[in-house]
């Protein structure tokens, strides 16, 4: 929807404003709304609201308005805010953002809830930008008491993918943050196995931040040996989507994992490129302590990885799969050098790579 003329006018958006309080009998707060989503459409109405405290406060209270024309409208509105950083930061600081996000959380709890796809997808967008993150973190997984936990809303997700795709992105994004990843990560808790069938989700959407948030729970090395134990089987779980077709001679065959044997002609690989980088960079992140490597390289990775070579197109997963490579067939660091985590690249060589990596 754009505003009348399709052009902004700030005067008639402050004349609505007035229109926005619960006070307002419904069809003038549902025609306010509707203007206010029009100004969504232009740079200037998102700018003039973005500066607006007032504004975006009404907006943030109505997405728990009874009125369900009211709240949905409310829900496009922040979908479009929260996608500009210095208003979603805005949004963050407010006083009333604990609140806020907290009620937004609990309404992706509530996967039959017809606004959950809505309030997913803000909380992605708010999750993208670190300053939002950190607030989120803060306000809804730094205590005990808090509305939602992240066991909760990982559980939601696994039950709903379809309803709630836009929480992978969200999962992904806080899981930047180390103290989320070892909320993820509690052995005591059913909580990142969850994840794991979601990598054959239907929608890429999932798929990808799926991966994203199992490789940035593997920046955490001392829990390697844990994902991959026979408790979370993670290894087969990342090398299957990079599976093809191709038969292995009877010795490599039974030295894979159970689920890459025997796959079948009609085996296909994960379609989206970005999601095998990611999955590749995954694997290559396990290979970080000599008792890891050493099990990556006995399942007998090293097949898999050649095979995808061969048929990968993409010169930047090209280069992610060359990386892992070197590690699998390489020898042995030197003593004390056995962490590959805590190796110091020389500064002209680490160059080299960032720039054969933007290539």
Not at 73 to 85: C, D, G, P, R, Y
Not at 223 to 249: K, N, Q
């Amino acid at each position: 929807m754009t505003t009348e003329g399709g052009e902004f006018n700030s005067e008639v958006l402050l004349s609505f404003l007035k229109f926005l309080s619960k006070s307002s009998p419904p069809h003038i707060r549902v025609a306010a709304m509707d203007y206010l989503l029009g100004c969504t459409g232009t740079r200037d109405g998102i700018e003039f609201i973005g500066n607006n405290s007032s504004c975006l406060k009404s907006v943030m209270e109505l997405i728990g308005d009874d009125d369900i024309s009211i709240s949905k409208t409310a829900f496009k509105i922040l979908i479009n805010l929260t996608a500009e950083l210095e208003i979603a930061v805005k949004i963050a600081a407010s006083p009333d953002f604990g609140n806020f996000i907290g009620n937004l959380l609990q309404l992706c709890l509530l996967a039959d809830s017809i606004n959950a796809y809505s309030a997913s997808k803000v909380a992605s967008n708010l999750s993208r930008w670190e300053p939002c993150s950190a607030a989120i973190k803060k306000a809804c997984f730094a205590e005990n008491d808090s509305k939602v936990s992240v066991n909760q809303i990982v559980e939601a997700f696994s039950k709903h993918p379809d309803t709630l795709e836009y929480l992978a992105n969200f999962l992904s994004n806080m899981s930047c943050q180390q103290e989320i990843r070892t909320l993820i990560l509690d052995k005591k808790r059913c909580i990142i196995q969850r994840l794991l069938p979601l990598l054959s989700f239907d929608s890429s959407v999932v798929r990808q931040g799926v991966a994203a948030t199992l490789k940035n729970c593997c920046f955490e090395t001392d829990y390697h040996e844990w994902l991959l134990s026979p408790e979370i089987d993670l290894l087969p779980r990342l090398l299957l989507p990079l599976a093809g077709p191709e038969e292995f001679d009877e010795d490599d065959m039974e030295k894979l994992p159970d689920d890459l044997q025997y796959l079948g002609d009609d085996k296909t690989r994960e379609p989206e490129e970005s999601i095998r980088r990611i999955l590749v960079e995954t694997i290559n992140k396990l290979c970080a302590t000599k008792v890891c490597r050493h099990f990556v390289k006995d399942k007998n990775t090293y097949v898999i990885v050649r095979e995808l070579h061969k048929w990968e197109k993409s010169p930047v997963v090209l280069a992610a799969i060359e990386n892992l490579v070197s590690v699998l067939i390489s020898d042995e660091p030197e003593e004390g050098m056995e962490n590959l985590e805590n190796v110091v690249i020389p500064e002209h060589i680490e160059e080299k790579l960032t720039q054969l990596d933007r290539q």
